[in-house]
């Protein structure tokens, strides 16, 4: 949604109830020793390093933005855990060493992630490597600090962190595939059973004069995700039993997936009345009720649930006394040592600002950029007329800092349509270039079948070199001639491998040759009409020798 992000979880004040009021807490004659300081600071610092590593995801892409609570809401359920813990038990000497062994190796991962965050944020496996860096180290000191009894007491909280993290992008891009098709099939069949004319193109509703896209906002996902978040906090918070917490999560996930069948067969009646116009009037409002909607009937649900039928909540009060916490750890005798949270604070520190200085050198000796191209506007030989591109598009693309978007028939009568766009340095120019708009991706989800991809061309235009791949689609029997191409804000072409995502070699490389992400543009055009591949690239030529130039010269 345009320049907002959602919270997508409504949860009460009941959150911040406890089981049963505590009694007060003894007069403790003793202080917090230093061990317990050094472990709390080493815990906070490495769960900084944990959300720094999710934050990108979280604050720019809309489908994660309900990662933001994630956080507060582990800290609730761990206090809400807190009052009837078991007693705690001293872990057996091999549980320790595999203690050991579990946190020093997540230690080292979360050292060895801080470059790639500071180059590739928006590689997904980094934030989640890290979450489970920060999980497990989090956990060893839950088993040093109370032992198995602690663990399983504690565990589900601490995991439940883990629903924050992005979903692998093959992974998620079948599940939207799949929840788009289906949702648009859906939609269509609905409006027949209306009256209204519809047919399905890919992840398009051609009605009369328009065309209405199911995007990734109305595909279901990111309700998805979020409710199977609320709906493992409720379960939680209310301690259900496993059956009811299985059942409450099932329910959520229907509630994501009808809600937005809902909210988008209430698009299409309102575009086949209305228009188009009267689509993007209502399309925030009825994403937002269906958040609410759905998170109320979960928030519901578990409710009920808690109150008919037994639930795994241990008696009303815990039988232990009631220290504050800090005195509490402090008598505990199964602490780790104290080198270890400082040699910690000093790795996770030092692998941080190393890293920036390293990229930080390599930048200050790399030579200035050159001048680049851009494209030029349309003279009246080029007979082209603009296409705004909506909002929303923008949005899924992460905001470029240039977008820009033409069609236009030849004299021959083939029809064209071209794309630019800009990104400027920064992890979102890797992943909207590489990623999000990918031709085979967006094509495909616009009823274009693949038919083969050609050899790549490289165009020379006005002393610039831009390397396009070539692909060839079928739009209901008729060819269609797509180039792509991806060039680093250097000059530099960025290549793209054969499964729709940025080559992890190149990450490798410029992690090693100090090389953060520099600012990226992409031009594409698509051509329909002509069989011949060698004519295609003929009229391309033509039309790049018009309109590529040198930014410095673009306003002339």
């Not at 009694?23 to 317990?36: F, W």
């Not at 994660?64 to 009052?83: D, E, H, K, M």
């Not at 495909?444 to 079948?449: D, L, V, W």
Request: proline share 8%.
């Amino acid at each position: 949604m345009p320049g907002q992000r959602q919270n997508l979880a409504l949860l009460p004040s009941v959150f911040f109830e406890q089981t049963c009021p505590m009694p007060r807490s003894p007069a403790l004659p003793q202080s917090t020793p230093p061990a317990a300081w050094w472990w709390a600071a080493a815990l906070i610092f490495a769960w900084f390093l944990v959300l720094r590593a999710n934050w990108w995801e979280w604050s720019l892409n809309p489908q994660y933005s309900y990662g933001t609570l994630v956080p507060i809401l582990a800290l609730l359920l761990l206090a809400r855990r807190w009052p009837d813990r078991p007693a705690p038990a001293a872990p057996s000497a091999a549980g320790r060493t595999v203690a050991i062994i579990f946190f020093l190796a997540a230690a080292l991962l979360l050292a060895a992630l801080q470059p790639m965050v500071l180059s590739n944020a928006d590689w997904r496996m980094v934030p989640a490597l890290a979450a489970v860096a920060g999980v497990t180290m989090t956990l060893c000191l839950i088993f040093f600090l109370g032992g198995t009894p602690w663990l399983k007491h504690f565990g589900f909280p601490v995991l439940f962190f883990l629903v924050a993290v992005p979903w692998p992008r093959p992974q998620e891009n079948a599940i939207m595939s799949w929840l788009m098709s289906h949702n648009t099939g859906l939609c269509v069949e609905a409006l027949h059973w209306m009256g209204y004319p519809a047919e399905q193109r890919g992840n398009l509703i051609a009605i009369p004069g328009s065309l209405l896209g199911v995007e990734e906002a109305c595909s279901g996902i990111r309700s998805l995700q979020s409710n199977i978040m609320v709906a493992l906090a409720v379960g939680e918070f209310f301690r259900l039993t496993i059956p009811r917490r299985i059942f409450l999560f099932f329910l959520g996930l229907a509630a994501a997936l009808g809600g937005n069948a809902i909210r988008s067969l209430t698009l299409s009646v309102a575009a086949c009345k209305s228009g188009s116009e009267a689509v993007d009037q209502i399309h925030d409002g009825t994403g937002l009720a269906v958040l609410i909607a759905s998170s109320a009937l979960v928030l519901l649900a578990g409710k009920l649930l808690s109150r008919r039928g037994p639930s795994s909540l241990p008696a009303p009060c815990s039988p232990l006394p009631a220290p504050s916490f800090f005195h509490e750890i402090s008598n505990l005798k199964f602490s780790m040592p104290v080198a270890l949270a400082a040699a910690g604070i000093v790795l996770w520190s030092a692998s941080w600002i190393g890293g920036e200085a390293w990229f930080r050198w390599h930048e200050s000796k790399a030579p200035a950029l050159p001048v680049m191209w851009t494209i030029a506007p349309p003279g009246p030989e080029d007979n082209a007329r603009e296409v705004p591109i909506a909002e929303r598009t923008l949005d899924v693309l992460l905001f470029p800092v240039t977008a820009y978007s033409e069609q236009w028939r030849g004299e021959n009568g083939w029809q064209w349509q071209a794309f630019y766009f800009q990104w400027p340095a920064g992890p979102t120019s890797v992943q909207s270039a590489f990623i999000v708009h990918d031709p085979r991706v967006c094509l495909g989800a616009a009823g274009f079948e693949l038919e083969t991809k050609l050899p790549t061309w490289t165009a020379e235009a006005n002393g610039f070199r831009l390397p396009f791949q070539r692909y060839l689609f079928r739009d209901r029997g008729r060819p269609v001639h797509v180039f792509h191409a991806v060039v680093e804000d250097d000059g530099t072409p960025s290549g793209v491998d054969n499964e729709f995502s940025f080559d992890k070699n190149i990450r490798w490389q410029n992690i090693v040759a100090g090389r953060r992400n520099r600012g990226l543009r992409v031009l594409e055009f698509a051509v329909r009409g002509p069989t011949d591949p060698a004519a295609a690239e003929a009229a391309a030529q033509e039309w790049l020798n018009r309109r590529i130039v040198a930014e410095r010269d673009s306003d002339k």
